[in-house]
């Protein structure tokens, strides 16, 4: 009579299972995909016809921006408001009177949108307001913002805090900042954040069922944490409203958690690029998204990392300080041409971002504790000194020629090492040009 231990499932014994392996059913899969972007697109399009360019029509929706521009005409300062729709469009509108700050609250707004394509709606449309009017809709994150900034002196850092948690909107100050040195990702919650959270909170989950487990060893711990830990991250994406970029990582982490369970490999370039594409399909704005587009990049170069280089060094020193220092660097090397089509900012300061990613794994889960117990304000002091950095930045873009060309190589990577080394080697160079442009700027 054979026995099984509580933990045991067919992932044991059975090699790990392919996916998309033949092109039938990529065929089958890319048919499924493109019926759902069909209909998709389809609602979008319905919403963009009730736009129309010749008569006003009255939109509702959230303030998730709120910024001063000077008119280079006038030399006259005005304010920008960004509004999201129910329906995910997202709208601008200007207002030449000194207004309140309207960041989070709900409006209605009555006027004329401007000439809009499909495909510029799918971005954001510009709309002439006539008036604008207060709504009753309240936030239910106020509660949380009231809270964070309860723990903080320095707005500008109860600013950061509440972009790092709740995903509100940063300030100009800091989103620059951000941008020149290369942090943007660390602040702008995605992956990255569940990422951390998920070892956090596994860590603990996995600690409290233990002691547990014996009253009902038939139980899979595995699949039991996985659960409660899917379920504790997804009430913290309500807290989040949704977020696009986390919304995307949870769907991506159900997925990879059922196909770990079921014993598929995920760490195949093809559960990547199904991901994207599902992504997308229910999703068609994020044809657009930059965010989404540097995400996906930034996961691509860790699965070519890890495809290549396999490391059994069982050295502390090796496995916690050297190994993690030369990843991070690999990964930042590979975006490195990507990120600068797109922001150009880079300063003397930008490779502090490498030890800074690894400080911000231990960083976010004790600021997210500090701030549950009220005394979120205890690394305030090094993240000001942090902020007030004086950075001697410039922009560089890059050329349009080299991004594709990049873009090329790298999925070349997926089948040659060759082409790897030579994505790094560009990346590598490209890193001294932007070092040589700020020496001679």
């Avoid at 009255?58 to 008119?71: D, E, L, M, N």
């Avoid at 995307?248 to 093809?270: D, E, K, N, S």
């Avoid at 930042?332 to 990613?357: E, K, R």
Wanted: glycine letters at 4%; proline letters at 4%.
């Amino acid at each position: 009579m054979h026995t099984y231990t509580a933990d045991a499932t067919y992932s044991n014994t059975l090699s790990p299972i392919a996916i998309l392996d033949t092109k039938t059913q990529w065929l089958v899969f890319l048919a499924f995909c493109l019926c759902i972007f069909a209909i998709n697109l389809t609602l979008q399009y319905l919403h963009y016809n009730t736009l129309d360019s010749k008569t006003p029509i009255t939109i509702r929706g959230q303030v998730i921006a709120q910024y001063p521009k000077i008119s280079p005409k006038t030399n006259s300062t005005y304010q920008v408001l960004k509004i999201r729709t129910e329906s995910g469009a997202v709208f601008y509108t200007t207002s030449k009177e000194a207004i309140k700050n309207l960041l989070h609250m709900h409006l209605r707004i009555y006027g004329k949108p401007a000439q809009c394509s499909f495909w510029q709606y799918l971005q954001s449309c510009f709309i002439t307001s006539f008036s604008i009017s207060l709504e009753s809709t309240q936030d239910y994150r106020d509660t949380f913002r009231a809270f964070i900034d309860s723990q903080h002196t320095d707005s500008l850092l109860g600013a950061f805090y509440k972009t790092l948690y709740i995903a509100d909107f940063l300030p100009k100050t800091l989103r620059d900042f951000s941008n020149t040195i290369g942090i943007a990702h660390l602040i702008a919650i995605s992956g990255f954040h569940l990422g951390i959270l998920s070892l956090v909170l596994g860590f603990i989950l996995h600690l409290l069922y233990k002691p547990l487990h014996r009253f009902f060893p038939y139980r899979n711990k595995f699949f039991d944490i996985g659960i409660l830990l899917l379920a504790m991250l997804f009430a913290y994406l309500v807290v989040l409203d949704f977020s696009p970029s986390f919304l995307r990582a949870w769907v991506m982490a159900c997925i990879g958690f059922m196909m770990v369970y079921f014993g598929v490999r995920i760490l195949q370039f093809r559960f990547l690029f199904m991901i994207g594409i599902l992504c997308v399909s229910f999703f068609p704005r994020l044809i657009y998204s930059i965010g989404f587009f540097l995400s996906f990049f930034g996961v691509f170069y860790i699965y070519v990392f890890l495809h290549y280089f396999r490391f059994s060094s069982r050295s502390f020193i090796y496995k916690f300080l050297l190994l993690p220092l030369v990843f991070n660097f690999t990964i930042f090397v590979n975006m490195l041409i990507l990120v600068h089509f797109f922001f150009p900012y880079f300063s003397s300061y930008t490779l502090i971002s490498i030890p800074i990613t690894l400080i911000f794994v231990i960083f976010f889960p004790i600021s997210v504790i500090a701030h549950m117990l009220g005394i979120g304000w205890i690394f305030d002091t090094p993240l000001a000194a942090l902020f007030h950095l004086k950075l001697d930045s410039i922009e560089v873009f890059t050329p349009l020629w080299l991004f594709i060309n990049y873009l090329i190589i790298s999925l070349f990577a997926i089948r040659s090492f060759v082409a790897y080394c030579i994505s790094l080697v560009l990346g590598i160079l490209f890193l001294g040009y932007l070092y040589y442009s700020l020496w001679v700027a």
